[in-house]
Nanobody
Framework: QVQLIESGGGLVQAGGSLRLSCAAS????????LGWFRQGPGKEREFVAA????????YYPNAKKDRFTISRDNAKNTVYLQMDNLKPEDTALYLC??????????????????WGQGTRVIVSS
């Protein structure tokens, strides 16, 4: 089983940037596709981005691709989410997730093997 620990959240003004990190540990951690979801106040959880275990394939909902970029460093078993030009509507708990295959994270009913506890992002106007 893979364990996920997120970091990097915080308070930022609109227009600013943050980089979230998710460190994966456990057996075969580097063999998992990793991704990010978020859940804003009073909103349903939504998919943000995912990346294959080798990093060659990335997955985004089209609306967020221009501002958010996912990457990974397998030497560190860490996935990153670079968030630029943040908006107040990006305020949410950001959750890291793992799956044995990237597209499983991007589908409407994601198939997740493990979740992190989340890191909170607050964007002030």
């Amino acid at each position: 089983q893979v364990q996920l620990i997120e970091s990097g959240g915080g308070l930022v003004q609109a227009g600013g940037s943050l980089r979230l990190s998710c460190a994966a540990s456990g057996r075969s951690a580097s063999n998992y596709a990793l991704g990010w979801f978020r859940q804003g106040p009073g909103k349903e959880r939504e998919f943000v981005a995912a990346i294959s275990w080798r990093g060659g394939n990335t997955y985004y909902p089209n609306a967020k691709k221009d501002r958010f970029t996912i990457s990974r460093d397998n030497a560190k078993n860490t996935v990153y989410l670079q968030m630029d030009n943040l908006k107040p509507e990006d305020t949410a708990l950001y959750l890291c997730a793992a799956s044995d295959w990237g597209p499983k994270l991007a589908k409407d009913d994601p198939d997740v093997d493990a979740w992190g506890q989340g890191t909170r992002v607050i964007v002030s106007s």
